[in-house]
């Protein structure tokens, strides 16, 4: 997993350099590639944390003092941060090259793509002020169950869409969705605000479980970039139940797996184990205007 191979390879390391090699990879630092690359020299790693598709690493002046700043990385369709031998031949989709003083594994940000981007967090430290909007993951130490059960509770739209909705949890994506729904026994077009608090939590689990497996497999938090570049589904593949698995036998019962049209989508359920509930059409049809 990025984050942990970064807390493991990159803390308490200072940042000799930090060379841009394609301006594109830091469009979202305004004061431009030159003041991106002055403001991280000489800066020492002291973390690595992340939320929903970001990750950043504190940095901090000197080792003792705390930090106050940090590197903040959104990966997007193909980023990757990558350690390794600091002679080795740079590739042409590096973007970003950060080398220590120790003269250690250097870090790369390669993007093939260019949507990934890279900043420097003035005061964000703790948490990057342009994602503090974004909300918890359920893996997250700051998750607060009962407020995201109750808000949940609160949705007027099926549960899937409550699911991917990334201003209520962020890290659930299609795949980890429908996986949930399923381990969770719901079908995907229950109204949100018709589950128990008792189904709410267990959903919850659920999500927190197949996200858990995911990043245990070596897989991301997020299924965005669960399918690699080549287009391949990684480890966590093999282990999906319902998802990409339409006529295929339910896991749990045998019953083959339904897909289900869902906002320029598919859903993948069991029609056994995860009955749709009566009156569910008429939030179908709101999911798709909104
Ligand atoms: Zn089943």
Not at 109 to 130: I, V
Not at 154 to 169: C, E, G, H, N, P
Not at 171 to 191: C, F, K, M, Q
Request: charge should be positive; aromatic fraction near 6%.
């Amino acid at each position: 997993m990025v984050r942990q191979g970064l807390e493991r390879h990159v803390v308490g390391r200072t940042i000799g350099s930090a060379q841009v090699l394609h301006p594109r990879a830091v469009r979202r630092h305004a004061a431009g590639p030159a003041d991106f690359s002055a403001a991280l020299s000489g800066l020492t790693v002291t973390g690595a944390r992340r939320r929903g598709k970001y990750l950043w690493l504190p940095v901090a002046a000197s080792a003792p003092s705390p930090a106050e700043d940090a590197l903040l990385a959104h990966l997007g369709m193909s980023g990757q941060l990558l350690l390794g031998d600091p002679g080795r031949p740079l590739s042409p989709h590096v973007r970003v090259r950060f080398t220590f003083t120790d003269s250690g594994p250097d870090l790369r940000f390669t993007d093939q793509r260019t949507f990934g981007h890279l900043a420097f967090a003035a005061g964000g430290a703790a948490l990057p002020p342009m994602i503090a909007h974004i909300a918890p993951d359920p893996l997250e130490p700051g998750f607060d169950e009962a407020a995201v059960i109750g808000r949940l509770r609160s949705r007027r739209t099926s549960i899937k869409s409550a699911l991917l909705d990334q201003s209520l949890i962020s890290g659930v994506g299609n795949i980890y969705a429908d996986e949930a729904l399923w381990r969770a026994r719901l079908h995907w077009a229950t109204p949100a605000a018709s589950l128990s608090r008792a189904a709410a939590a267990r959903l919850l689990a659920a999500v927190r479980e197949v996200l858990g497996e995911a990043l245990a497999a070596g897989g991301t938090s997020f299924d965005s970039l669960y399918v690699n570049v080549n287009g391949e589904s990684g480890y966590f593949g093999r282990s999906l139940a319902v998802y990409g698995r339409e006529g295929e036998p339910c896991p749990r019962c045998g019953t083959p797996i339904r897909r289900d049209p869902f906002m320029n989508r598919s859903a993948y359920s069991c029609p056994a184990c995860q009955p749709r509930p009566r009156r569910a059409r008429r939030h179908d049809h709101q999911d798709r205007s909104t």
